[in-house]
Structure formats: C-alpha cells, structure tokens
C-alpha cells in the first residue's frame, strides 16, 4: 500500500510521530527496500531525511518547493541536477552545495574538489 506520507502531514491527517510510526513499520518489513516507492517519495526528499531531515520538514519543502539557490554562496543550486546537502536554519530545511561549508565548520578548505 502506498501512503502519500507528505502529503497526509501537511493536511495535518497524520502526526509526525504517526508518520515516524508508518516509516518504521515498512523499514521493519520485507517491503524495506521499496520504502521511497511505498511513502511516496521524490528522490530529493529521500535525500534529506536520509541527511537528518525529519518529513514534518519535508513536507513543507514539498508544499513550498526547495530552494533554487545555495544556503552558503547563493549561487544556483538545482536540486534535480547537482549534488547537495541539507542545510539546518531555524525550523526549516535549505540546500548548500557540496562544497560550500557553513562558516562554522571546522573543516573549511574546499579548494581541493574539482567538479
Ligand atoms: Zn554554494
């Protein structure tokens, strides 16, 4: 069965630990592997629950869209053609691109990915 778990969170028909509990259920059975098929998933979004994301998050970027735009350099960022992370600000989700590292990080030297 496939549940549209975003979509049912964003109309407020499930809570998020009910969309926690649909996740788990299928991750413990042999449908597993088809999880992303089964919750509906874009591949986008799988991406940032994978990252940390949690799907009430998620589901606001999917009513909202991602960003076309990098958190950290602002440059273009498409989230369908390169390579990203989740980027945490506040109580939503935006994209950084690989190579762009919050001021934060420890580990700012990004002069040695070629793309
Ligand atoms: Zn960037």
């Known amino acids: 069965m496939i549940i549209d778990i975003l979509t049912e969170l964003f109309n407020k028909r499930i809570n998020l630990s009910k969309?926690?509990?649909?996740?788990?259920?299928?991750m413990d059975s042999k449908y597993a592997g088809d999880v992303v098929l089964l919750l509906n998933l874009t591949q986008?979004?799988?991406?940032?629950?994978?990252?940390g994301a949690d799907f009430d998050l998620i589901s606001k970027r999917r009513h909202k869209g991602?960003?076309?735009?990098?958190?950290?350099?602002?440059?273009?960022?498409?989230?369908?053609?390169?390579?990203?992370?989740?980027?945490?600000?506040?109580?939503?989700?935006?994209?950084?691109?690989?190579?762009?590292?919050?001021?934060?990080?420890?580990?700012?030297?990004?002069?040695?990915s070629g793309q």
């Open 66 to 112: 991602w960003p076309r735009k990098c958190a950290i350099c602002n440059k273009t960022l498409d989230v369908k053609k390169q390579d990203w992370f989740v980027f945490f600000t506040g109580n939503k989700i935006t994209l950084r691109h690989v190579v762009c590292f919050p001021l934060s990080s420890p580990t700012l030297d990004s002069s040695s």
């Open 19 to 26: 969309a926690n509990a649909i996740y788990e259920e299928i």
């Open 44 to 51: 986008e979004e799988w991406s940032a629950f994978c990252q």
